[in-house]
């Protein structure tokens, strides 16, 4: 090391010319950039700039600033050889805190074998560079230490080597290589990197579960570095004590700890490590379940002053650690939020951005799990770990295992999950992660329930000892226990683990799931009716969540959540006798629906997400994009949007709206779902088929209906099945005249119309007007005749062909059959270029209005926010603007109907989807009060036969008559010549929000 030290170190006034005598300190400001101009050094004399403990980046002659990683991250050095004109550098801090940069320049250059040994050693630094993804191999820093001459050289080589198995994950060979390391620094004199060399084995092996090997790793710490000179090492020295106490458990010294760690680091003006530091003891408080002090940690951090001035590297890292506190408390809107902030502030930070967004990435994928997002929470999960090096990131890797694990239990791909749990978990042992291992373990173990009474005694008994796993997770042990102990007969010890449990802080399925074990030990110890009331309460608590996010995705979202919550409902009613009042039915279940939940409050005018995906769609743009855009729509908040939900109508005053119609309401559960029939005379409930049977039998049915080329037989046949199984036990033997049925994702979009009622083999569209409910209302509907009609025509262009999607040849006729169908109604145009997004809502926000689209469709079930249509760009004529469900559910709609002659804009979840709204269901969600659109692709040249029908039979008419009119306009189609098929005429439904006085 005395080639890089020496003595006569001064501080210049101006450093703007040097000569090869000169070694300077120099000092540097913050971030603010201090430019050397080196032009009189002598030829090849070599430079080196040396940091003095402190996070120093530079730029050469104008380049990228880098970090000084060579040989550690503080305390490293560059070695550069300036060409014959000189040399332009430029330092600047890489924290808040000031720097100390020592300038050296060499009149004699080393030897040409160690000049080549240095560049190695400098490239590979690079390499390693622990703020940015890196791919290291090792095979290469061996032999870098291996061919190490000189002693510092030896040193500073098997430094980074342990750096690298830092960076790799394998904490117990890290610490082993620093703890090697050490005693080579100390033998050439430099005690500074022999104590961070001695630090790095400490907190190593304290991260890695061995606090008995790191305590005297830290003692030799402590005795080599200075309080002065080494501020910074002895920070995080005290730091390590700090998590010496946390694996002892002594919260108070924690704490204690913890804060004179941040006092020390403010006063050496490291304000990054000290809200980096707040954002460690909050996650200390969250895996302790410490409510009240993460309360209060949350309320320090939102006052600091201070963190204003943190880099966007620690404003990103702290609003996740806070998502991860959030997310455990089951507020899911505000985590989103925070996620959207963290990659925001990592997309400007100078380190750090692509390993910390992949973490940012596997948080939402979390959330989007917890939400029924599942193939979207997969395409984030994809994206994550396209940002980690499996060969340099595998606790990373590990953690993205667990995730998938995690969706895959949810979706019941039981076995999958296992395999992904079993991975993680082999991945932590290797790396000595025991908190990390156990909650792997714990996962294998929630999927391998026991099935009876006598697997679930021999699974308590051969419980191991948890006291790795963290109190985060303390709780789902907890409801695997208590899922035990209720097969097992042990109804006392359960519901005393809950009631022990309560206190921990869980995530929402975690939530959801307690009050199901409640509940079902209530009906085990026989009290049945408590068991309902517990579900009925949690289900008011998830409306309550939907309200107060004030996003009409989210809270459709969230109500879906509680689908295993009314699915459980139904199978306690279904069993009691007496029989559970139909009111109560009607209370819970209905309002409970996820489309209640939307309240259009004012909209964002934000579309971010719809041309991130239009770009996307038109093979322009990337998932990536969109994906982002997606998180930052969810994670907007609405200020003005109803914060509590609207009453619900209640029966009665239902019944009598129905007039001659009845309404089904279908539950689905096992083993048997629950069909609700309600008339104005009558109402019951009737068990039928289970949602097993009912999925797959919607499932064949939409199958067989792919195309004009199947077999009517074959339709016939799935028809039927389904349709015996959803009318068994219907309170009349002869089909209905008019039949409404509630919308719900597993028969959603099952064409009514095409089903036949039991005992027929005609199908209803020959007996019966059906139609969708999308949602109940109070209020006053306004219906009248003397709307005008707005026809919206986006026929396509060049950019929609390019993707398939090939103008529209009929498109512009619609709007001239319209008139001629109802001449007396005024027709107000807007085509081509005029048919855009801003004269869609336009249309749409009229209460004067109708409104007919003509234009392309777009639907994904499976991803959230791809379903909508396709339409005119007003800034560039050769483009598409694609307009989704998600920019119309919050925005108050009034038209008093909208025909959507568009494919796909009815196509929403169902029996083979799980995530996106329809937009018609969104269209009328949003207040709009009846809307018809097509389940699948449609036919253009059908528009023909069908569209004049419809406007025939509503002319004179208000909107209300619609469902008629489109019951006449498949007649139309059925009964021509080219479209009698099924595939024409039974795509087009109708959907209605049933406004009711109380």
Request: proline share 5%; aromatic share 6%; with cysteine.
């Amino acid at each position: 090391m005395a080639a890089l030290g020496g003595t006569g170190f001064g501080t210049p006034a101006a450093a703007d010319s040097w000569s090869c005598r000169d070694r300077h300190d120099v000092i540097i400001e913050g971030q603010r950039p201090l430019t050397l101009s080196l032009a009189e050094a002598e030829l090849a004399a070599p430079i080196i700039i040396e940091e003095r403990g402190a996070d120093l980046m530079l730029s050469v002659d104008n380049a990228e600033f880098r970090h000084l990683t060579y040989p550690m991250t503080r305390y490293a050095w560059r070695w550069l050889m300036p060409s014959p004109e000189g040399i332009r550098l430029q330092l600047k801090a890489g924290s808040t805190a000031d720097a100390t940069a020592r300038v050296h320049v060499r009149c004699e250059p080393p030897d040409q074998t160690r000049q080549a040994w240095l560049a190695k050693a400098q490239d590979l630094a690079d390499s390693i560079d622990r703020h940015v993804q890196s791919d290291p191999k090792m095979a290469d820093f061996d032999r870098l230490v291996d061919s190490a001459q000189d002693p510092a050289d030896r040193a500073a080589a098997m430094h980074m080597r342990a750096l690298v198995w830092f960076l790799q994950g394998d904490y117990l060979s890290s610490a082993q290589a620093y703890a090697e390391t050490a005693p080579l620094w100390l033998a050439i004199g430099d005690r500074t990197r022999a104590g961070g060399a001695y630090l790095g084995a400490a907190d190593l092996y304290q991260r890695a579960g061995r606090p008995h090997e790191a305590d005297p790793m830290l003692a030799q710490t402590e005795n080599l570095l200075d309080k002065n000179a080494d501020a910074y090492f002895t920070s995080r020295a005290a730091l390590t004590r700090c998590d010496r106490l946390k694996a002892e458990g002594k919260l108070e010294q924690i704490i204690s700890c913890n804060r004179d760690v941040i006092r020390q680091l403010r006063r050496i003006g490291e304000l990054d490590e000290a809200i980096r530091m707040a954002g460690q003891l909050l996650v200390a408080f969250r895996d302790s379940g410490d409510q009240d002090r993460i309360e209060e940690v949350l309320v320090e951090i939102d006052r600091d002053p201070m963190l204003e001035r943190a880099s966007w590297y620690t404003r990103g890292y702290l609003a996740l650690m806070r998502s991860f506190v959030q997310r455990d408390r089951g507020k899911l809107m505000n985590a989103l939020a925070l996620i959207s902030d963290s990659l925001q502030a990592f997309e400007r930070a100078a380190e750090g951005r692509e390993r910390w967004q992949a973490s940012a990435l596997l948080q939402a994928a979390d959330i989007y799990g917890q939400l029924g997002m599942s193939d979207q929470a997969y395409r984030l999960l994809a994206q994550a770990i396209s940002l980690y090096d499996p060969t340099s990131a595998p606790d990373r890797i590990a953690a993205a295992l667990m995730k998938l694990a995690i969706l895959d239990r949810a979706n019941g791909r039981i076995e999958a999950a296992a395999a992904w749990y079993q991975r993680a978990e082999r991945i932590y042992a290797l790396l000595g992660r025991p908190i990390e291992r156990a909650d792997a373990e714990l996962g294998l173990l929630e999927t391998r329930l026991p099935r009876d009474r006598s697997e679930a005694e021999a699974a308590l008994r051969q419980s191991r000892d948890w006291s790795s796993l963290s109190a985060a997770n303390a709780g789902r042990l907890a409801l695997v226990q208590v899922r035990w102990m209720i097969t097992a007969g042990q109804y006392d010890q359960a519901g005393a683990l809950l009631d022990a449990s309560k206190a921990t802080t869980r995530a929402l399925p975690q939530q959801l799931l307690a009050v199901r074990l409640r509940a079902e030990l209530e009906v085990q110890q026989g009290r049945a009716s408590a068991a309902l009331s517990l579900l009925e309460a949690e289900l008011k608590q998830l409306q309550q969540l939907a309200a107060q996010g004030s996003n009409g995705v989210l809270g459709y979202l969230a109500m879906r959540a509680g689908r295993d919550l009314r699915a459980d409902w139904v199978r306690i009613a279904l069993s009691q006798s007496p029989a559970v009042a139909v009111d109560a039915w009607w209370r819970v279940l209905v309002a409970s629906a996820p489309l209640q939940s939307v309240r259009p409050g004012q909209h964002s005018g934000d579309n971010r997400f719809s041309s991130a995906l239009s770009m996307e769609l038109l093979g322009n743009g990337s998932s990536e994009a969109s994906d982002r855009a997606l998180l930052t729509t969810l994670a907007q908040t609405n200020a003005t949007a109803q914060q509590t939900m609207s009453p619900m109508p209640s029966l009665e005053p239902v019944r009598q709206q129905l007039g001659s119609s009845w309404l089904l309401v279908v539950v689905p559960s096992e083993p048997r779902s629950a069909a609700l029939w309600i008339s104005a005379e009558r109402a019951l409930v009737v068990p039928i088929p289970g949602s097993s049977e009912l999925r797959d039998q919607v499932r064949q049915l939409a199958a067989d209906l792919q195309s004009p080329s199947r077999p009517v037989a074959s339709i016939s046949r799935s028809a039927g099945a389904l349709a015996a199984s959803l009318y068994a036990g219907a309170p009349m033997a002869a089909a209905p005249e008019r039949l409404l049925v509630l919308s719900d994702e597993l028969i959603g979009t099952v064409p009514l119309s095409l089903l036949p009622w039991p005992g027929s083999e005609r199908p209803l569209i020959e007996t019966t007007t059906v139609g969708w409910i999308a949602r109940f209302d109070q209020g006053v509907k306004a219906d009248n005749d003397s709307a005008a009609i707005h026809a919206i025509i986006a026929p396509g262009n060049a950019a929609t062909e390019k993707v398939g999607l090939g103008k529209l040849r009929y498109a512009e006729q619609e709007a001239d059959l319209i008139a001629r169908t109802e001449p007396q109604r005024q027709l107000i145009r807007a085509s081509d270029l005029k048919a855009t997004r801003s004269a869609l809502l336009s249309a749409l926000s009229d209460p004067n209005a109708w409104v007919h689209l003509a234009a392309h469709g777009y639907a994904k079930p499976e991803l959230l926010g791809y379903a909508g249509t396709w339409l005119a760009n007003p800034k560039d004529p050769a483009r598409s603007d694609f307009l989704s469900w998600m920019d119309i559910i919050d925005t108050p709609l009034r038209a008093q109907l909208a025909v959507l002659n568009a494919c796909q804009l009815a196509a929403g979840p169902d029996a083979t989807s799980q995530s996106s709204l329809s937009f018609a269901s969104a269209v009328t969600a949003a207040g709009v009060d009846h809307v018809v659109a097509a389940f699948w692709p449609i036919s253009d040249s059908a528009s023909a036969i069908w569209i004049p029908a419809f406007y025939s039979a509503m002319r004179d008419q208000p909107a209300s008559h619609s469902m008629d009119a489109l019951h006449a306009a498949q007649l139309a189609l059925k009964n021509s010549r080219a479209y009698r098929h099924p595939y024409y005429w039974a795509s087009l439904a109708h959907f209605q929000r049933l406004t009711v006085n109380d």
